[in-house]
């Protein structure tokens, strides 16, 4: 049940003297992130050399980040720059539900990429048979498929609350922990079933990705050779990256600020973690590539 009608962000109002300057910088990163992501996607669909699984993973990990960027920027933009926003509920719960579309994939194609590594690197005969064009073109329908059903059952949850005066939000988009504490019904069996939702979507991946890459350094530790040790690691490394950074703004989101209770380190967290993961994941992939850099250069020569 539905008492209200709008919501306000309140965004960051500590930072009122410097609302210009993250305007202008946020308007920077959103520009960045969305030029980057977008060239990934062009370079490995133009170039040959990046026709590969790994490589295809990727063009979906970039689209996730162009649709949370398009998602979360745009409006916090408007909230920075007017040192509040109102938008309708409806709008809060579909911005939500976008955002934990993309989210939910990410963890999902950073495991099926770090699976993609692991098949690589510790099962090399089987590579190909394993990691198909099929496997890929069913992993990435199943990932998205998945991604919108399992974030519908957190939307459709809150649509069962009972929402009554109370409609300010700390922050300065909507999450969901947020729109949740606006209401005024017993929300201890929604907490629960999104916990071992969200457990369910991000420590199962995260277990996934560690005991991939436990074997993957066992496997590159027995090589007899050390430049098949480096030029292993290396094919490995940008992903290892990402996965850090991403799982580190994940936790650092969501876990440190529930413990201190420190709501404006909390805000901090959420901007590194909205705007910060997006933008390092085509820089950390291109400029650590070789093929990406041929691809990049070549394409200026057409």
């Known amino acids: 049940m539905l008492n209200i009608s709008n919501i306000h962000l309140t965004g960051f109002p500590g930072l009122q003297d410097l609302k210009y300057l993250l305007f202008v910088f946020l308007l920077l990163m959103f520009c960045l992130i969305m030029v980057g992501n977008t060239l990934i996607i062009v370079l490995i669909y133009l170039s040959r ?66 699976y993609d590594r692991y098949m690589a690197i510790c099962h090399p005969l089987h590579y190909n048979i394993t990691i198909n064009e099929s496997f890929c073109l069913k992993s990435v329908v199943l990932i998205w498929i998945f991604s919108f059903f399992m974030s519908l059952m957190d939307e459709v ?12 939000i700390d922050h300065f988009f909507c999450d969901y922990m947020p729109i949740v504490e606006l209401s005024c019904s017993d929300t201890f069996r929604l907490q629960l079933q999104t916990f071992i939702l969200s457990s369910f979507m991000t420590a199962g991946p995260l277990i996934l990705i560690v005991a991939s890459y436990v074997c993957i350094i066992f496997t590159i530790m027995n090589m007899p050779s050390v430049s098949r040790r480096q030029k292993a690691f290396l094919t490995c490394s940008s992903h290892l990256t990402v996965v850090s950074i991403f799982y580190g703004t994940l936790i650092s989101a969501y876990v440190l600020p529930t413990i201190g209770k420190m709501i404006s380190l909390g805000k901090i967290n959420s901007l590194l973690y909205t705007v910060l993961t997006p933008l390092l994941n085509p820089v950390i992939y291109s400029l650590r590539n070789r093929d990406f850099m041929e691809a990049f250069t070549n394409l200026k020569t057409l």
């Open 49 to 114: 050399n990046l026709h590969s699984p790994m490589y295809f993973f990727l063009t979906q990990l970039s689209l996730s980040d162009i649709l949370l960027a398009t998602d979360i920027i745009p409006n916090t933009l408007g909230v920075v720059l007017h040192e509040g926003a109102t938008m309708s509920f409806t709008g809060c719960l579909v911005q939500f539900y976008f955002f934990a579309i993309t989210e939910c994939a990410e963890c999902f194609f950073l495991t099926v990429m770090s």
């Open 157 to 168: 949850g809150i649509c069962g609350l009972q929402f009554c005066e109370a409609n300010v």
